[in-house]
């Protein structure tokens, strides 16, 4: 009987196919009526979420993903040419969203956000705002607010920087951090997690300090591990900021860590335990400093970061395990950073990514230690080889002199003439004062001179390129799993994220 069901079904199906099929021309057209006939017969299957997990890999499109599933696969699967999959590729529903703003085909993340968290284009730098810089929009985490959803959001960077900004608050631009701040503390939302705050005191710091309004607000804010490991569903409204803060109120790099760092995926977690009711919940978790490692071409640190990321979805995979029919789990970019390739120039069809391990730090920390060298150096007495242990401690590289020059194993490490050349070039503007230096925004990016040609000489032996200091305009993958998770499919806009969440949760 079921099978007969079926063909009848299918039968339907085609028929209304057909039928609306006559009269369409374009490609456009004709898969548009598709699309409406195949929702007249019920196929897309749409199921409110109770649960809705919305990540964002600032920065990270298919490069960024596909690089890190090259990396981990290349040191797991040793001379083999294997990926290792992150959690988040496996998902059943792929989508693919393109990130043009309103005035540019390459995107910042203010613009971006605003586009998947309240479905508008908007200028770059403008946060919950439509282009016009006036027109406010209502947010996907504001409506679900209304509907009686709790609502988190977690980033690896300050809570007023412009991703999670665009999730509550409404301003010309992202810079304005102290109003973002306020309106943080105005939103109600019931977990913010992660960073701290950016000018919580105002540009001049002579305002009331955003933690004290924060408090005012109701917010419980805490940054000891203890306490916010402890933290529940009775805990109220909280404002969870990591111990360990590194750049521009930033959590570290996750490749700067140790075993007791508190980790996106612990904020995830903790942001369940936070938000779990009977009315469901809502949380945007943005791993932010992909972005960053992307800006600085520092293709380790990059790579370890999207690992991290997955590991913060897998909390939510691990809760959808429990929630099956309830749960959907998005997991995105804003936009693509950096220009990044796999396979560049000089390395043709190979890859070499295993020499990336040698990499033990981000070059936020690597520029630490060349502080402590110029602190201590004047710049007429600095040399290059007083580096050379430094270098090979935290990049693996060794001159063609060195002992170990002649391992096999060390064959891609060692530096040739040319990129010696280049580096003691880079020493040179990394001695000079900042506002000394030449050319330095065109061939470092304004970025620490030996630091970033540091990473672009292991980045180019490992086979990995990079074209651009800033962001670039090529789409992002969307994975999605779970509750409605099939209208994901496809390609689409990234206004449409916002506006498939509002379908799927029954929202106007
Ligand atoms: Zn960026």
Excluded at 167 to 192: E, L
Excluded at 271 to 300: P, Q
Excluded at 381 to 401: A, R, S
Excluded at 416 to 442: H, N, P
Aim: with cysteine.
């Amino acid at each position: 009987m079921k099978k007969i069901k079926n063909i009848i079904v299918l039968g339907l199906s085609s028929l209304l196919i057909m039928s609306s099929l006559v009269g369409c021309s374009t490609t456009n057209e004709c898969l548009e009526q598709i699309k409406e006939s195949q929702v007249n017969v019920g196929q897309v299957n749409i199921k409110k979420p109770k649960y809705v997990f919305l990540f964002i890999g600032d920065g990270m499109s298919h490069t960024q993903v596909n690089a890190a599933q090259v990396y981990n696969g290349t040191i797991k699967n040793k001379d083999k040419v294997e990926l290792e999959k992150l959690g988040f590729t496996q998902f059943p529903v792929i989508g693919n969203a393109t990130t043009q703003n309103a005035t540019s085909f390459i995107t910042d993340s203010a613009a971006a956000a605003t586009s998947i968290a309240g479905g508008v284009k908007t200028q770059s730098g403008v946060i919950g705002l439509a282009a016009d810089k006036k027109t406010k929009t209502e947010t996907i985490a504001e409506k679900l607010k209304k509907e009686g959803y709790k609502v988190g959001i977690v980033s690896s960077v300050a809570l007023n920087h412009a991703t999670p900004a665009a999730f509550y608050a409404h301003t010309k631009s992202r810079g304005n951090y102290y109003d973002i701040a306020q309106q943080m503390a105005n939103s109600d939302f019931d977990y913010f997690a992660g960073g701290a705050l950016l000018n919580p005191k105002g540009l001049d710091k002579n305002q009331k300090d955003a933690f004290d309004i924060l408090k005012e607000k109701g917010y419980n804010i805490t940054d000891n591990k203890d306490e916010i490991m402890s933290l529940n569903s009775e805990s109220g409204k909280v404002y969870a900021i990591n111990p360990q803060i590194q750049d521009s109120s930033a959590m570290e790099y996750s490749i700067d860590t140790d075993k007791d760092s508190l980790m996106l995926n612990d904020f995830v977690k903790k942001g369940i335990d936070v938000l779990k009711n009977d009315k469901g919940f809502f949380m945007m978790v943005e791993s932010g400093k992909i972005d960053w490692a992307g800006h600085a071409n520092d293709a380790m640190t990059n790579i370890s970061d999207v690992s991290e990321l997955d590991k913060a979805v897998n909390e939510a995979v691990k809760f959808a395990d429990k929630h099956s029919d309830e749960t959907l789990i998005l997991v995105t970019g804003d936009h693509e950073t950096g220009g990044m390739s796999i396979g560049q120039a000089t390395t043709g069809y190979d890859t070499a990514f295993d020499i990336l391990q040698n990499q033990k730090i981000s070059y936020v920390e690597f520029n630490e230690l060349l502080n402590k060298y110029k602190e201590k150096t004047k710049e007429k007495d600095g040399k290059l080889e007083d580096l050379l242990p430094i270098i090979k401690e935290n990049f693996g590289l060794i001159t063609k002199d060195d002992k170990d020059a002649l391992k096999k194993d060390n064959k891609n490490l060692v530096i040739s003439d040319y990129e010696y050349k280049k580096l003691q070039d880079a020493f040179k503007e990394t001695m000079k004062e900042k506002d000394k230096r030449k050319e330095g925004e065109v061939i470092y990016g304004n970025y620490e001179p030996l630091s970033v040609t540091l990473t672009h000489i292991i980045n180019n032996k490992a086979g990995i390129g990079w074209t651009s200091y800033s962001h670039t305009g090529v789409p992002v993958p969307v994975y999605a799993m779970g509750a409605s998770s099939e209208v994901f499919n496809g390609s689409y806009d990234n206004t449409d994220i916002f506006k498939k969440l509002v379908e799927v949760c029954g929202l106007k």
